[in-house]
């Protein structure tokens, strides 16, 4: 087999979407994660996953009497991973903490490999229990068991490894890890550390400073992050404070960005960085199967009748809607369908900004909008963006709804049956975002700011619209008024007249969406560049 001679590489992620049953993932990272390895398996790429086992995933939503978000866990068990009997050991605040490697290979999936700490003989049998759920302490103990527990996981398992690539900058405790192993082979700091970024590739995923993950340097030592390494090792790599994603560029040979703006702004972000990594730009993507009705593609590529099909995700969405929330929308009226993160950026509540626009829209029932998303449990904004959201479905009982606790069906679901996606970030905040490439491929209209991956796909008023026309500012206030006259514009002189006045044109800009991103955004096109861009030396 050809790929046989390509190298092999360890994927290191902190989370995985690969279904809903298995609460390992947060969002977008997760989703590409999993939708990687699943691209990885297809094709037949010499890829394996490095992740953990969360034993209460990420928080669940819930929402109470008076509207307002708030967070529940439980404890999650699996019957369905394979125990691979292997378990290795990471020093962790001096204590000795045993992971046990888990093979999950249940989701069309290459192999990925889950640590846990979950067990009788640790004393810190919590580390591995809520994704992203802790800040400090914690969260670099986790990182710990990601990196350190990771490579030594794959030493016990015998599995060869030519590339580490790193998803995001969590995974950066593993190239300490490599380090140590060459120093204890007798090479110097130096040395291992110019052999070691030969081996590293890096991802970077957020354009957001705060969202780039640093640590005190005492902390790191005292935890016994460090791995051996001395203070002014560590200062070296990462500063200090000890930036993750520095770090990461700094002990990677190539790195990327995950959209063509995404590369500019981190390019930009990193500038004043010495001694790093190229930040090249590779788009991420999505696997067709797991997301796109394929009646779709295959309806768009040979020609039949798209909107019939259309209808009959959208009635199958409007049916999911009533069984969850008990309000049953019309399928004759354009449905808006928006999830994702409620991360302040996203501004997930924005088409209410001026309820004089929207008041009548929603009254008439022009339009329908249905929303999803979950908020950081310590992320106060975005609860209160949630709380806003749930108040106008109660204001706007037929023609608003929020479903409660966002997560693969409720994403797979409204990105096939929704007439249009919205998506409004602040540019140049969205990476990339890929619940518009679903959207895309199943002829779900884009009506978006132009940030992440859609500056590559839009053609505007042919395959979806673009608003706002790229304009960026520093100034929160003056975006926001721009980017909403643009909003209600493009709204109400073209979405919605297409909709109800122009059906032939509709229908033919669903088959160009379809026909324009199927190839340009599969994860099969990412894996070449992967392979291409970042994996192979040339
Ligand atoms: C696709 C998907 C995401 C990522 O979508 P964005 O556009 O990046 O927000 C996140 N969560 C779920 C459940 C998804 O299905």
Redesign the pocket.
Known sequence: MANKNLPKVAYFCMEY?LDTSLRT????L???AGDYLKGAKDYDYPIVGIGIKWKQGYTDQKIDEDGRPYDTYHNYKYDFLKDTGVKVTVKIRQRDVVCKVWEVTEFGNAPIYLLDTDLPENEDAWITGQLYGWFGEERIAQEMVLGIGGVRALRALGIDVDVYHFNEGHALFAGFELIKEKMDRGMSFEEAVKASREEIVFTTHTPIVQGNESHYLDRLMYMGANNGLTLEQLVSIGGSPFNMTVGALRLSRISNAVADLHKETANKMWAHIDNRAEIIGITNA?HIPT?VDERMIDCAVNGGDLWEIHMDNKKKLINFVEERNGVRLDANKLLIGF???AAPY?RSNFIFTDEKVIDPLLKEGKIQIVFSGKAHPLDDTGKEIVENIVRMSKKYPNSVVFLEN???T???ML?RGSDVWL?NPRRPK?A?????M?AAMNGVLNVSTLD?WWPEACNHGVNGWQFGDGFESEDEKELDAHDLKALYKILLDEVIPTYYENRDKWVEMMRNSILSTKDQFSIKRMLEEYYEKLYIKH
Do not use: F, Q
């Not at 993932?25 to 977008?28: D, I, P, Q, R």
């Not at 990339?432 to 518009?436: A, I, K, L, Y």
């Open positions: 979407g993932y947060a969002g977008g997760g989703i590409l999505i997301w999830s994702r993160r996203k966002y997560d693969m409720i994403g797979a990105t998506n969205e990339s975002g890929t619940s518009g679903k992440g």
